[in-house]
């Protein structure tokens, strides 16, 4: 699809006392912001949200219950709703100071201190979503340098890295450890018997980025030990909580430097299709 204005050359002219002189066109800030949205890995789905109170571009804000929420107001429905609603809304609150902090701190240098995220809570909830516009924001905002990674996803990248020979850890890990804000989304959801080795592949992450006093932003279904039933459904594994999953030593880690955001509530999904 072409640029009505520069017909995708990318210049257009611009009259200049009398002299055609050549600028780059307006498309080229769409373009330009499109390449980092892909570059820092962010699903294509929440590219078109932001977290602000309104938005001064196309972009929609994120709200509590998402477009579903016109679609389950049936009796049976609306209590456990309101209840996700309320825990979605202060999900989103705490994301956007989160959002501040993280550009007045890691762009603009004010002396803040900024600690990482854990996001706790059931499928379909919106965890995903939120820190997925959160960092959409931080692109927007001009903090290049982030990246969004789906842990399953990264587990077989580095499975099939160590199998063709391509470097491994150095090549698949080592670049993950200098982003200036990382996204680690659905931690526990590797498929995985191996944990031993999901637990390194956490800790190398956690620690290098500690080191150099990076925020690591995490959403997963894992509920902490005694404090929340334990996760249901097709998914579902003998061993069900985070500790589980992570260790005892990694979750102590993983409390330290992400504190913990619960979003409690029902599975929206069903309702969205
Ligand atoms: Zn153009």
Redesign the pocket.
């Known amino acids: 699809m072409n640029?009505?204005?520069?017909?995708?050359?990318?210049?257009?002219f611009e009259d200049r006392q009398g002299y055609a002189v050549v600028v780059p066109?307006?498309?080229?800030n769409a373009r330009r912001l499109q390449q980092s949205l892909q570059a820092a890995g962010i699903p294509r789905a929440y590219w078109n949200f932001t977290l602000q109170l309104k938005p001064k571009d196309h972009r929609q804000t994120l709200v509590a219950g998402g477009p579903a929420a016109a679609r389950i107001h049936e009796p049976s429905l609306k209590e456990p709703f309101m209840k996700t609603k309320a825990s979605q809304t202060t999900a989103i609150r705490r994301c956007r100071k989160l959002a501040e902090d993280l550009l007045a701190a890691l762009l603009h240098g004010e002396k803040r201190e900024v600690k990482g995220l854990l996001l706790y809570g059931p499928c379909g909830v919106g965890k995903t979503h939120l820190l997925g516009t959160l960092l959409t924001d931080l692109v927007y905002e001009g903090l290049s340098q982030v990246q969004f990674v789906d842990y399953a996803q990264l587990l077989r990248r580095l499975r099939f890295s160590y199998q063709s020979g391509g470097g491994g850890e150095q090549a698949v890990l080592e670049p993950l450890a200098g982003y200036k804000v990382l996204v680690l989304d659905d931690l526990g959801g590797e498929t995985t018997e191996n944990l031993a080795w999901v637990q390194d592949v956490l800790g190398f992450i956690l620690t290098e980025r500690q080191n150099r006093d990076l925020p690591t932003l995490i959403t997963t279904n894992y509920p902490d030990e005694g404090q929340l039933p334990p996760v249901r459904g097709e998914n579902a594994r003998p061993n069900t909580y985070l500790v589980d999953r992570i260790g005892q030593r990694l979750r102590s880690r993983l409390y330290e430097l992400c504190p913990l955001e619960v979003m409690s509530g029902l599975d929206l999904r069903p309702f969205l299709s």
């Open positions: 640029c009505p204005i520069c017909q995708g050359r990318g210049y257009s066109c307006t498309c080229q």
